[in-house]
């Protein structure tokens, strides 16, 4: 599928009046999006950077059912978090997968037995879990067996549940393709300079800026939606409305190691000697570890991995795995993330609630803040609902309910999710029939899914250096999922700069010039996106000082 051109999306976005108009292409935002416009709703979506640039593709790359949060007894959360995390699952099944996640537990540790048990058997009540994912506990020597690098001094045995692994920018663009294709106008690189005022001073807009052409524009709605995630704030700052409740930013770092130094094929969530809790993840042929949970100050978009990140990573790693050697040398890759928290004062980043909350200014800006990848959906509900009963008291238009607790995510439609493995089976086949190679056709079917055969399709037109796969992507990319520069593509549309960054420096150079072709880029504006990939692999390969 072709989308239109972005001249034709600028036009459109100011010269229509919007019902609604989102800031934000998070994850939050695109549910936001998706919500209104599959409700009929006319729906405007800007983002001043490409979508999930920044929390939505920096999480851990779980959607959580909500266990840590039962620690802090938050019962309805862990609830709530289940049974998104469930409707996440059956909806986008490609970009949701279960795994078995083992919780060790060790003589003195935070768990034992019993309290392992038990906290196990409540979060799969709480979150609905399926007879067939629930909880089993497991011996020291059954644990041993699933991840034999693991500490044996004092390990006393453990619990095996389900976690459901994703990724988290995939998942945000595939939702914002499907509001798409129900009638949304969506355009990334659009900066909201500053918010339009009727004559009572009622919000009606925003005045936006273009990026990539340095144009400006004015987009009017009858309802704003603030879902900016950390600018939140600049976003109320402009509307004059940033009182009371404020955000407080916490870090999260991530580190990527190749199997071969950090040999892991069992997804484990363990406990560290300050009590927090650190995932350690086998992904496609690597190995990533996280989170630090720090508090953090800075610019969002400068947030980098410091070299105090590292070391207590580091640190972890060499805790809970004790015979795998790694070292600052192994670091293939990392990443920096930041949650919008919602601050509670006297609390560190572990204790703050990840609720949202959805706050309405004089002016009527609607922003929604906090909350979690997983509940995503629901808190897009919650937005849209308040804005149907809106409408209904201004007597402006009737929107029903919401539908997308059953709604298909682009690249979803594989026949339900208990169909998946047989979806990718058959096209495996297929494409291998077709002369692509297993290993390859198996990654393309389970990234794109129902979509697989739109993007395989360009390979047929394959005349540069890159390998039929990658330019297939990178066709499909452009055409079809909103790419723009060749940071979108590597860092968030394939998720290579992260997992396969050898990769990227392997075709990098291919990659900005057959971009350059389709763009009709001058050299000064190819350099330029050279300059912002160097950029973004140094912060990915690079740790700084305090």
Known sequence: MKRQTRKQTVDTLQQEQWDVLVIGGGITGAGITLDAASRGMKTALVEMEDFAHGTSSRSTKLVHGGLRYLKQF??????????????????????????????????????GYYSTALGLT????????????????????????KAPILKSEGLKGGGLYVEYRTDDARLTIEVVKRAEEYGAMIANYTKVDHLLYDETGQVV???????????????????????????????????????????????????????????????????????????????????????????????????????????????AIGYIFPSIDVTEADIESSWAGVRPLIHEEGKNPSEISRKDEVWESESGLLTIAGG?????????VTI????????????????????????????????????????????????????????????LVRLYGSN?????????????????????????????????????????????????????????????????DIFDWDEPTATRHRARLALEMERATTAVSE
Not at 124 to 143: C, G, I, N, Y
Not at 473 to 498: C, H, N, S
């Open 205 to 315: 807009g925003a005045h936006v800026v273009d990026r990539l052409t340095d144009t400006s524009y004015d987009v009017f709605a009858k309802v704003v939606v603030n879902a900016a995630g950390p600018w939140v704030d600049d976003v109320r700052e402009m509307d004059g409305s940033k009182v009371g409740k404020h955000l407080q930013l916490s870090k999260g770092v991530h580190l990527v190691f190749d199997e071969s130094t950090f040999p892991l094929q069992q997804a484990i969530y363990f406990d560290t000697p300050d009590g927090r809790m650190v995932f350690a993840i086998p992904r496609q042929g690597k190995t990533y570890v996280g989170t630090t949970d720090t508090f953090y100050e800075g610019d969002p978009k400068r947030m980098t991995v410091t070299e105090e990140d590292r070391a207590y990573l580091l640190k």
């Open 74 to 111: 938050e019962i309805k959360e862990v609830a709530d978090l289940g049974r998104e995390r469930a409707v996440v699952y059956e909806n986008g099944p490609h970009i949701t997968t279960p795994v078995r996640m083992l919780l060790p537990f060790y003589k003195g540790g935070t768990f």
């Open 384 to 443: 849209v609902d308040r804005i149907v009963k809106r409408f209904k008291k201004e007597e402006y238009k009737l929107f029903g309910p919401s539908v997308t607790k059953e709604l298909r995510l682009s690249g979803g439609d594989v026949g339900g999710a208990d169909h998946f493995e047989t979806f990718v089976a058959e096209q495996v086949e297929a494409l291998r029939h077709e002369g692509w190679e297993e290993d390859v056709a198996e990654r």
């Open 452 to 516: 697989v055969r739109d993007v395989t399709a360009y390979a047929h037109d394959n005349d540069t250096d890159l390998p039929n796969d990658l330019y297939a992507q990178l066709r499909y990319g452009i055409d079809a999922e909103f790419v723009m520069t060749p940071t979108d593509f590597f860092a968030r549309r394939t998720g290579e700069l992260l997992f396969h960054i050898d990769r990227v420096r392997t075709y990098e150079e291919e990659v900005v010039r057959v971009m350059k």
């Open 372 to 380: 979690k990848l997983t509940g995503y959906r629901a808190m897009a």
């Open 122 to 145: 409540v979060y799969d009540t709480l979150a609905q879990v399926k007879k067939s994912e629930r909880r089993t506990m497991h011996s020291k020597e059954e644990v041993l067996e």
